[in-house]
């Protein structure tokens, strides 16, 4: 099972820390990314990281604003997101596969989070 958390409401060029909580399971083998799905738009990969530990894998849109980090114990995994925009708004959700490599297909995923809503004002 996993649990995101940490969305809300932001200005533009401010920042946010999802929070992606696993239990109920060894996640620690699996690798846990993030999508995110806006009003009316396909559920789009936004960033993505293996079990072991790296490499990362960002959207081209997110690069170098956001950063994906998992804690040592690998069932609590993080997005960092700055200097955001309003065009990052979005529900957004955490993701797992039992796989050591990390796909930009969400039907790759078997494990879901419920996803958390993050709104960035202009």
């Known amino acids: 099972q996993l649990q995101a958390s940490g969305g809300g409401l932001v200005q533009a060029g401010g920042s946010l820390r999802l929070t992606c909580a696993a239990s109920g399971g060894t996640f620690s083998r699996y690798t846990m990314v993030w999508f995110r799905q806006a009003p009316g738009k396909e559920r789009e990969f936004v960033a993505g990281?293996?079990?072991?530990?790296?490499?990362?894998l960002y959207a081209d849109s997110v690069k170098g604003r956001f950063t994906i980090s998992r804690d040592n114990s690998k069932t609590t995994q993080y997005l960092q997101m700055d200097s955001l925009k309003p065009e990052d708004t979005a529900v957004y959700y955490c993701?797992?596969?039992?796989?050591?490599?990390?796909?930009?297909?969400?039907?790759?995923?078997?494990?879901w989070g419920q996803g958390t809503q993050v709104t960035v004002s202009s």
């Open positions: 993701a797992a596969r039992q796989s050591y490599s990390i796909s930009r297909d969400s039907r790759e995923y078997a494990y």
């Open positions: 990281l293996n079990w072991v530990g790296g490499p990362t």
